[in-house]
């Protein structure tokens, strides 16, 4: 088991950053490929951004590529996400994910190949 729990959601404008973070606990943190996935009001949840075990393969939206940056620290057990250029379009709740192994790039973005998920953080930017 894995458990999962956000952190550094919040209200920011439009342009400005977040830093959001998923603190893992449970079995061997660098044996699962971490994701971020984000559901606005009224949609379904889509895919944000995801890492390999090791860290060496990130794999990224289109809608986020180029703003959003993916991280893991195996010793800290922690995913981070670091969010620029926030647009009022990412208002979302943030979930962090976890595997129950490896990750490839065809199946980061599929809700499914995730096997644990956080509560999530709220994100809302205004413009």
């Known amino acids: 088991q894995v458990q999962l729990v956000e952190s550094g959601g919040g209200l920011v404008q439009a342009g400005g950053s977040l830093r959001l973070s998923c603190a893992a606990s449970g079995r061997t943190f660098m044996n699962n490929g971490m994701g971020w996935f984000r559901q606005a009001p009224g949609k379904e949840r889509e895919f944000v951004a995801a890492?390999?075990?090791?860290?060496?393969?990130?794999y990224y939206a289109d809608s986020v590529k180029g703003r959003f940056t993916i991280s893991r620290d195996n010793v800290k057990n922690t995913s981070n996400l670091q969010m620029n250029s926030l647009k009022p379009e990412d208002t979302a709740v943030y979930y962090c994910?976890?595997?129950?192994?490896?990750?490839?790039?065809?199946?980061?973005?599929?809700?499914?190949?995730?096997?644990?998920w956080g509560q999530g953080t709220q994100v809302t930017v205004s413009s």
């Open positions: 890492i390999s075990r090791s860290g060496g393969n990130t």
């Open positions: 994910a976890a595997t129950g192994g490896g990750l490839s790039g065809v199946r980061a973005p599929v809700a499914l190949t995730y096997d644990y």
